[in-house]
């Protein structure tokens, strides 16, 4: 254990679900022209839930905060152990009601989709002709919590990386 010199660290458990599916099809249509393609999707959320402190130093004792509705006040912010007000955490070390401590929420939600398209053309023996698309897809939200039919959406309207790839081999057949 290293000592942490009067600094406090807050722990939490992360609640995470992640659903993704690797595909991949191959289709020959004849001897010299085949098709590859390949899919990756993945969504994954993360909830950060039971945030603690260290009650002892060189331990692993925690003390938890309990979960409770914050308002905003005169003085700052009402907030009994830890609260969620709009977008960020508040803290109450010492218990006497008032947040001692901030910080933007950490939940997360992870969108992606990495896919390849390759046909293959063997236009004669040993020349073969190579057209490649590949696309990737990306995107993150604060929600924390896994929504299928949304993080689907929102994955589909994230700005796309669309490469398009020609190589050509030719047999000198020397």
């Known amino acids: 254990y290293g000592p942490t010199f009067g600094v406090r660290?807050?722990?939490a458990d992360l609640s995470r679900r992640t659903v993704s599916m690797e595909?991949?099809?191959d289709w020959t249509f004849t001897p010299r022209l085949s098709l590859q393609l390949f899919a990756?999707?993945?969504?994954?959320?993360?909830?950060?839930v039971q945030y603690k402190q260290?009650?002892?130093?060189?331990?692993?004792?925690?003390?938890?905060?309990?979960?409770?509705?914050?308002?905003?006040?005169a003085g700052g912010v009402a907030c009994p152990?830890?609260?969620?007000?709009?977008?960020?955490?508040?803290?109450?070390f010492d218990g006497d009601g008032t947040a001692d401590y901030s910080f933007?929420?950490?939940?997360?939600?992870?969108?992606?989709?990495?896919?390849n398209a390759v046909l293959r053309w063997?236009?004669?023996?040993?020349?073969?002709?190579?057209?490649?698309?590949q696309r990737r897809q990306s995107d993150y939200a604060f929600a924390g919590n896994l929504d299928f039919q949304r993080d689907v959406t929102a994955l589909f309207e994230a700005p796309a990386d669309n490469r398009f790839i020609i190589k050509m081999n030719y047999w000198l057949g020397l």
């Open 122 to 133: 063997e236009y004669r023996p040993g020349s073969t002709l190579f057209l490649v698309w």
């Open 40 to 48: 990756q999707p993945l969504l994954s959320s993360g909830d950060y």
């Open 81 to 92: 152990g830890i609260c969620d007000l709009e977008g960020r955490q508040y803290v109450d």
């Open 23 to 25: 595909t991949r099809l």
């Open 104 to 115: 933007r929420d950490r939940d997360f939600n992870v969108r992606s989709l990495l896919g």
């Open 9 to 11: 660290y807050l722990f």
């Open 54 to 73: 260290l009650a002892t130093s060189k331990s692993y004792d925690f003390l938890e905060f309990n979960p409770g509705a914050g308002s905003n006040t």
